[in-house]
């Protein structure tokens, strides 16, 4: 085992869990020791507090004149449940079949850890760096990064920066590197329906009464068309269109054919907006999902009721174009406008966050492009993502810089999962890629 | 408390759950205490085993060349979910507001056990009981009698009668005695719908899968129209309509008006069939309603899941002229043929019962009648009933016997939810009327 590598399972070791208060104490010390790395190598570090977990700044000696990057990660990581899941226990990393084994590998400490190594091999060969660099790793990323904003505000003069790189997403495929550029946004929504002051017997009183189940389920089924478009006035208006160019390579990106998500999902047929491929569906199109529906009596055998309440959760994902509290507000007018006779309906609205989304083929996003290339030896994939990181476009807002998203998982790295995993050549690449990263963006 | 209700409270104490098989024990113990009940009133009584739970048997001795009557009832109860919402423990019967609290007072304990009150009364006084009487009380009702059919099959020389005597159905109100002469019939179904082989991030899978709580809404939602009208094929075809009289009569129930309905339900507004009153609905049209959904996440807060599956139950409601089976064909055909793309249906049959129906102005239904007016002060109405009792068709085809429902239980019964009770006042009026049915019936 290399000595990086045995430095990056000391850092795996913290059962740095955010969202367990019974784990505040590892949290801490996983921070301390990251903050006594980055002095190892030379760089000016502080733990600033914050009503939760500290969020560690490195840099380098400040030099006018020169590029700046902010690189972003977090050390805190994900609660292990279902732990009998796990084929190696979840704090003890494990070598195995190429892979390292453990809660955090992938998300994110590996994925850090690799641009602080090629900043080490950076400053031992060069004697320096060559340009500005200030790490920016947090404790509260698994907990929706609830300081990060008010930090950021408080210090952004001291966070300036050219060009942000994050590595904190995937790769489309083993061996094919990945520069992803935009990130689906946000909105979600809790519906309850209400009826009959209590539930009712089915028989005694069913056929006279609005149903709220029926009327639940009426709501959910208005909100798309049947080829599955959505159904929301005014939903799709504000949507930029997908460019020429990413229809074009998204068509050959390996790993993100129709069958390649159908093999990797379990489902039996791509179903979505019609006139897209899956990939285009999750990288660039809005939805609205249900993420939950429940009424009435879902135990074993029947129970012949009426049900007085029935309750569903949607979440809307949103590309760039897409304003949230507009788009929220569509869903709720639907919802309003297209609630059935005889029941009320309360909507509580939930957490927002926009897309994000940058130009690949910008200055920066070459050297990004370039930096993949050198270190995996193939030029890279240039994607979105389906998911959502609100922290991005935050930084874009706060800051006013663009994050390149380097990702180095795999898509079976399990994050959030028993067995998440982090490849080894993964982690040796991005290293070289760290380094080639800096050298790129110092041009 | 008189010491008739300090048995009735014994009675309901045994949590005699038959749908769950945790409570087999307790359903048994329930049998055994009845057995003793009727013995105790010089009734020939027995056990009989069925593959799940005992029926109670219980007869005078025959005398040849009198009227038989059978008096029907069921031991066994509803589960007692959603638990937290009862105002008291639903096993432990308490009297407040003149009124019995407890799971089983009104459905069905509280009704069957007037009736051997009524003839230990009559013994005691009369030294014995004008007509022959058989007693037979189930423990299946609420998992609709699977063991019955056999048993009455079998038995049917030993339980051969002139009419039947049922008390498990409702007063239209406090004070309005109330004579059945129908019930609708029902069939039940379990739908379970898959997609994905696991639950899905929605943010990384969203929009290009089928979501399975979407399509379970779609088809719950394709079974109505929005007005309220039943939209599976042919689903009214079989429907024998409403004869002028019972329109005319049902107009004039006291507590049968919508208003009424309205008041009871606690609903907003009639919702339902176009053309009809809310008592033609539920007494008279056939129904598809949704007994429970759910899929995904229902806790507290988002949990941004596109769900692997989905679950509805739905119970038809039939009326007289409807095949149970021909309907549940029908409804199955719809919600195949309603299925939208990318995921697959589950079917699963339940449990299904024809519609009853007899004339109450026969022989026997002036018995009924004559026997609710002299307990009650005042000619009872003639109403049918929304809900099913399968035994009371089943028990017409097999012993060629019509059923007279002397319901005792009152709109705000809550019977199958939370807070179900029984009037003090029925309880005890149900005495005196079932000493009068002997009385009638043996003339």
């Keep these: 085992m290399t000595a990086e590598l045995e430095r990056l399972f000391v850092h795996l070791r913290f059962p740095s869990i955010s969202t367990d208060s019974t784990h505040a104490d590892d949290v801490r010390a996983n921070a301390e020791w990251l903050k006594g790395q980055f002095e190892g190598i030379g760089l000016a570090t502080e733990l600033h507090e914050t009503p939760k977990h500290p969020i560690v700044i490195a840099r380098n000696e400040y030099e006018e004149g020169r590029r700046t990057v902010l690189i972003y990660g977090h050390y805190d990581v994900q609660p292990v449940d279902p732990i009998e899941l796990w084929d190696s226990p979840p704090f003890e990393p494990e070598l195995r079949d190429g892979k390292i084994w453990c809660r955090g590998s992938a998300d994110n400490k590996g994925q850090h850890f690799v641009h602080l190594l090629g900043a080490e091999k950076t400053i031992q060969e060069e004697g320096g760096l060559p340009l500005n660099v200030i790490f920016l790793i947090e404790g509260e990323e698994e907990i929706g990064s609830p300081n990060l904003v008010p930090f950021l505000e408080k210090h952004k003069g001291d966070l300036a920066c050219d060009i942000i790189a994050v590595s904190d997403t995937g ?8 520069l992803g550029y935009g990130l689906r946004g946000i909105t979600c929504l809790e519906v309850k329906i209400k009826g009959p002051s209590g ?3 089915s028989g005694v009183y069913g056929g006279a009464v609005a149903n709220p189940a029926s ?5 959910v089924a208005s909100l798309h068309h049947d080829d599955g478009k959505i159904a929301v006035e005014g939903f799709y208006d504000a949507v930029i269109p997908l460019e020429e160019w990413e229809r074009e390579m998204w068509s050959k990106v390996p790993g993100a054919a129709d069958d390649d998500f159908l093999k990797t999902t379990g489902a039996s047929a791509p179903f979505g907006e019609p006139g897209y491929s899956m990939a285009e569906r999750l990288w660039a199109r809005p939805t609205v999902e249900v993420n939950g529906i429940g009424s009435g009596y879902q135990g074993e055998g029947s129970k012949t009721v009426l049900p007085a309440e029935a309750m569903f959760k949607l979440s809307c994902r949103l590309v760039p174009g897409q304003d949230p509290d507009i788009v929220q507000q569509q869903v709720i007018s639907h919802l309003e406008n297209h ?6 309906i309360e909507i509580e609205k939930g957490h927002s966050g926009k897309a994000y989304h940058n130009d690949p083929h910008s200055k920066f996003g070459k050297a990004g492009q370039a930096a993949l290339e050198k270190s995996f030896g193939r030029a890279p994939v240039l994607i979105r993502e389906g998911g959502s990181i609100p922290i991005i476009q935050d930084m874009k ?4 810089s663009d994050s390149l998203m380097l990702g180095l998982a795999l898509p079976d790295c399990q994050i959030h999962a028993p067995n998440e995993n982090f490849s080894v050549e ?6 070289e890629m760290s380094r080639a990263l800096l050298r790129e963006l110092a041009k």
Tied chains: 1, 2.
């Design 199 to 201: 539930d009712l017997h």
């Design 397 to 400: 807002e706060i800051l006013g």
């Design 426 to 431: 993964n982690f040796e690449k991005g290293i």
């Design 215 to 219: 009327a639940a389920a009426r709501l």
């Design 171 to 178: 790769m489309v495929a083993p061996g094919v590197p990945t």
């Design 339 to 344: 609630c059935p006779p005889g029941v009320s």
